[in-house]
């Protein structure tokens, strides 16, 4: 690891960008030196979630211009071990979803104790989701 900078990674699908998303990222950010933002491939959103409305380079483009991000690359894995191996972040910020409830185990963590980091659970913020968001679309209808 980097001793200079303290690095913090974070991942998701960031489909349809809205203000939970960069209070989610604002927050990782502000955990060190540098944010580095895994974005899942279109077959790993499919796989978590559901087909992504944004396409994983346009989702990578609007994430790497926002000013809290100083990194983006793409997550091919559910998991981010494969990243967290390559980046070697002083912090996993882990935003809500799976393995963010009491007991559960978090993606990544043997990851992050190979490379002797730690893992943060990011608040939920403002009660927005892409869900919510979609769903308020289709009503619309």
């Known amino acids: 690891m980097n ?43 499919e796989e978590f979630k559901r087909r992504p409305i944004i396409s994983q380079e346009q989702r990578l483009y ?3 211009h926002l000013s809290c991000v100083d990194e983006v690359m793409i997550q ?10 390559l980046v070697k972040p002083h ?7 799976a393995g963010w409830g009491e007991g559960e185990e978090t993606p990544g963590a ?17 009660g927005i989701s892409t869900s919510q968001i979609i769903k308020k679309i289709q009503d619309l209808k």
């Open 3 to 45: 001793s200079e900078q303290k690095i913090v990674y974070t991942y998701g699908v960031f489909d349809m960008l809205h203000s939970g998303h960069v209070e989610l990222l604002k927050e990782a950010r502000a955990l060190g030196d540098k944010l580095v933002v895994g974005i899942f491939t279109d077959e790993v959103a």
């Open 62 to 64: 609007v994430v790497e």
């Open 76 to 85: 091919d894995q559910l998991t981010p071990c494969k990243n967290i191996r």
């Open 91 to 97: 912090i996993l910020a882990k935003g809500p979803g």
């Open 110 to 126: 043997g990851a992050i104790a190979e490379v002797g980091g730690v893992i943060v659970k990011l608040g939920y913020h403002d």
